[in-house]
C-alpha cells in the first residue's frame, strides 16, 4: 500500500487567498461609488468574479490584473439596465448583497443562479426588502431564484433579524443606502461585521447601537482602496490539517482574524490545538496576524451559540477535527447548514461516516464520537467547496486512498487549494 504523502506530518509557510466575504464587499462598495478604487488581494475564485460579471453587465468598467482590481466607479446613478439576467453562479453571498442593491435601484434587472443556489433560501431578503417597498417577483413567490426586480422609491424601516446571517444584515444595509429615512438592522447574534466596518471607509455613515445597525439613506459613495487580508476559512483547512496530522509545524501568513470571523481558532484552542497568533498588521479595521499551529492530542468539545456565526463557514473542517479529538464533541444551533450549497449536515456525516468516522446528524448539528481511524473511501464535495476541501484534509488522516469526486467545486473560493497544500506536503 502506497505512504500517505501526510506520514511525516505538514511544514512550511503558505499565505492563503484573500477573504472571500471581503472581496464581494469591496467591489459592491466601489462599483456604488464615485471615482477610482484600487483593490489589491482580491479573491480570483468563481464566487467574486461572479459579484464583478454582475457589475461589468450594468456597464462598469472593473479591470483586473490576478488579485489587483481596479473599478472605475461612476456612482449608483450612473449604472445601467442590464440587457440579459445577471448570472449569480454558485455564490450565495452575490445572491443575497446584490438582491439588496438590484431592489433600490432605478433599473428592471433579472438574476439566476446554479442548481445548488437556485434551491438555496432567498426569501430571508425578499422579505424585508419587499417591506421597504421594493417590487420583487420570483420563483415559489420569490421564495428561490430567479427573482426579477424593478426599482422602485424604497423607505427605510427597522428590522430585527429573524436568522443570523451577515447576507441577510449587508442585503438590508445596503437597500437603505437607496431608501428613505433610516434603516436599522437589529441582530439576534453578531455575525460578521464586514459590511457597517467597510461602509465608512467609502463614505458612508454606519452607526452601532449595540447590535442595532444604522445607515441613512442617500449618502454619497465615495472610492476608496481596500487591501484584502487572506481568508481564515480558507487558512481554516490547513489549520486544522496541521493541528491534526501527526510531526506538523505550518505558519499561515496575512490571516484576517476579525473578532467575528476567528471561532475556527477559539473552538480548536479549546479542544487543546497548539494554535499561535501574531497580529503582525491592521488593515482598515482587519486585524492580520501570522497563524502558526503544531500538531497536539485534542479534546472533544460541545460547540454551540453565538460561536456558530462565528465558524459557520468552518464547521465541516471542525467536524473531521472532532473525530480525531479524544471524547464526544457535540455541534448544536447550527441549522443553517442545511442551506449552504448543500445540506452541509448530511454531506458532512455522508462523507466522514465512509470514510470510517462514528458521526451522527442532528436536527441543528451534528454528535462525533472522537478517536477513529479514518479510512481512505470514494467521497464527493456533492458539488460544495468546503466539503471537497475537507475531505481532501481527511484524506491526510487517511489508511488506503481516498477518491474526491467534483473536486472542482473547490474553485469557488480556493483554486490553488492543491498546489498550496502540496507545498505544505512536500515543500515545493
Ligand atoms: O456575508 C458573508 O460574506 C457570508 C455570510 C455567511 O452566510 P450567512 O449570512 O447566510 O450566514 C457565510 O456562510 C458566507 O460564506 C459568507
Ligand atoms: C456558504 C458559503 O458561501 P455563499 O453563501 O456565499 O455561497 C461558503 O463560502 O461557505
Known amino acids: ?135 420583487i417577483e420570483g420563483r415559489e413567490q420569490g421564495k428561490k431564484l430567479p427573482l426579477a426586480f424593478s426599482g422602485t422609491g424604497l423607505s427605510g424601516i427597522t428590522y430585527e433579524m429573524p436568522v443570523k446571517s451577515a447576507q441577510v444584515k449587508s442585503a438590508i444595509l445596503l437597500a437603505g443606502l437607496f431608501a428613505e429615512g433610516v434603516t436599522t438592522v437589529i441582530e439576534a447574534a453578531k455575525t460578521r461585521n464586514h459590511t457597517e466596518t467597510m461602509l465608512p471607509e467609502f463614505g458612508v455613515e454606519v452607526t452601532n447601537d449595540f447590535g442595532a445597525i444604522s445607515v441613512r439613506g442617500g449618502q454619497k459613495m465615495k472610492a476608496s482602496n481596500v487591501d484584502i487580508p487572506g481568508d481564515i476559512s480558507s487558512a481554516a483547512f490547513f489549520i486544522v490539517a496541521a493541528a491534526v496530522v501527526p510531526g506538523s509545524d505550518v505558519t499561515i501568513r496575512r490571516v484576517g482574524v476579525n473578532e467575528t470571523r476567528n471561532g475556527i481558532i477559539q473552538a480548536l484552542k479549546k479542544m487543546g490545538a497548539d494554535i499561535n497568533v501574531e497580529i503582525t498588521d491592521r488593515i482598515g479595521k482587519e486585524p492580520v496576524a501570522d497563524v502558526t499551529v503544531k500538531s497536539s492530542e485534542l479534546e472533544g468539545i460541545t460547540v454551540e451559540g453565538e460561536l456558530i456565526a462565528n465558524l459557520i463557514d468552518e464547521v465541516p473542517v471542525l467536524a473531521l477535527a472532532a473525530t480525531q479529538a479524544a471524547g464526544t464533541t457535540v455541534i448544536k444551533d447550527a441549522g443553517e447548514l442545511k442551506v449552504k450549497e448543500t445540506d452541509r449536515i448530511q454531506a458532512v456525516c455522508d462523507n466522514l461516516s465512509l470514510m470510517g468516522a462514528d458521526i451522527t446528524p442532528t436536527e441543528d448539528g451534528m454528535i462525533i464520537k472522537g478517536g477513529t481511524a479514518l479510512r481512505g473511501a470514494e467521497v464527493s464535495s456533492k458539488g460544495d467547496h468546503r466539503i471537497g476541501m475537507m475531505e481532501a484534509v481527511a484524506s491526510l488522516l487517511a489508511e488506503g486512498e481516498t477518491t474526491i469526486h467534483r473536486p472542482e467545486a473547490i474553485n469557488i473560493s480556493y483554486p490553488d487549494f492543491f498546489s498550496d497544500l502540496e507545498h505544505l506536503l512536500y515543500n515545493r
Open 1 to 135: 500500500m502506497k505512504r500517505n504523502p501526510a506520514s511525516a506530518g505538514l511544514s512550511g509557510e503558505i499565505a492563503v487567498p484573500g477573504d472571500k466575504s471581503i472581496s464581494h464587499r469591496a467591489v459592491i462598495f466601489a462599483s456604488l461609488a464615485e471615482g477610482t478604487s484600487r483593490i489589491s488581494g482580491f479573491l480570483d475564485a468563481e464566487d467574486c468574479l461572479r459579484t464583478v460579471e454582475v457589475f461589468r453587465a450594468m456597464g462598469l468598467q472593473i479591470d483586473r490584473d490576478g488579485r489587483d482590481l481596479t473599478v472605475h466607479g461612476k456612482g449608483a446613478d450612473r449604472l445601467k439596465e442590464p440587457d440579459a439576467p445577471l448570472y449569480f453562479g454558485n455564490s450565495g453571498t452575490t445572491a443575497r448583497l446584490m438582491s439588496g442593491v438590484l431592489a433600490g435601484l432605478p433599473l428592471f434587472t433579472t438574476a439566476y443562479g446554479d442548481e445548488s443556489l437556485s434551491a438555496r433560501p432567498m426569501d430571508r431578503v425578499v422579505k424585508p426588502l419587499r417591506q421597504m417597498g421594493a417590487v
